[in-house]
């Protein structure tokens, strides 16, 4: 018996979130005293694997058929399930994603599961099997025992720190038997977008609001994400008036984000926006006006003018590089 443990990709790139959901699997493994393998699917290189290996893999499972790298929902669930029966794992770990919040709920109706979503800790596991969850947009949690046999658990971004073991990780292939009502859906494309570092999967994003006053001065915020390695992303006032992409738009409407930190520019901080940046870590707010909400959401905040404050603190972040 193993804890199984998801490992996502895209583009053949196995996700940062997924390093965090092995670290969590093999604490919960360490735990029960048992191994860690893991599952990845699509076209993923041997170096890659490798790589993911080190943060606590002790046995990697790879299908590389190509209907996997066009993340068909029900093909997906079924190579999880049946890696899941093949390895006798009574533990499943997913990281919490879109496509995983699809995933999880039908491997837990073929297993017959118990499932425990956007859990923040590992099992308290001295009267069951009880999870901590984030719920309400991260405003409150919940403890809930899973009582069935076989437990899926999806992980949220940024609960679990990422723990590089050093260890290596047998890699097997692996072919599940997908039927055809597994490729009942057909991908005919797929439209990214596009930039140096998605929102979704970076570690530090840049945000701006209507402080910023014009679309053309969004070069304050590019310039501070470029020397920060960081994402882009704004309020929903600013892509409602088209200054930037809608892709971009962050909030409880838009794409909620889990950075190490989040650094909100001329955001006042509307309930749908905190709701939608809850998950980060450390969150620093920038603004003109001493009242405005974003700063009782904030850990760190600047009262000022961001024309004059974001000049040199890209310049101060450039020196210290």
Known sequence: ???LVFIESAEGEIKKSSFEAISYA???ADSLGTSVTALALGTISQTELEGAAQYGADKILHASDAIFDNQVINAYATA???AAIAESSKVIVLEKSSIVDAIAPRIAVRLKAG?????????DMTNG?????SIFTGKAFSANKIEGEVK???IKKNAHAIVNHGTAASIVSFSPALSAADSAVKHLSTEKATGDILLTEADIVVSGGRGLKAPENWGLIENLAKTLGAATGCSKPVSDMHWR????HVGQTGIKVSPSLYIAVGISGAIQHIAGISSSKVIVAI????EAPIFKAADYGIVGDAFQILPKLTAAFEAAK
């Not at 499932?115 to 099992?123: D, I």
């Not at 992409?245 to 971009?248: A, G, K, S």
């Not at 603004?287 to 001493?290: C, E, K, R, V």
């Open 1 to 3: 018996m193993s804890v």
């Open 26 to 28: 093999k604490s919960l």
């Open 80 to 82: 999880i399930a049946e």
């Open 115 to 123: 499932l425990g979503t956007n859990v923040t800790e590992l099992p």
């Open 129 to 133: 099997f009880q999870v901590k969850r």
């Open 152 to 154: 899926i658990l999806t």
């Open 245 to 248: 992409p809608h892709h971009e």
């Open 287 to 290: 603004n003109s006006d001493p």
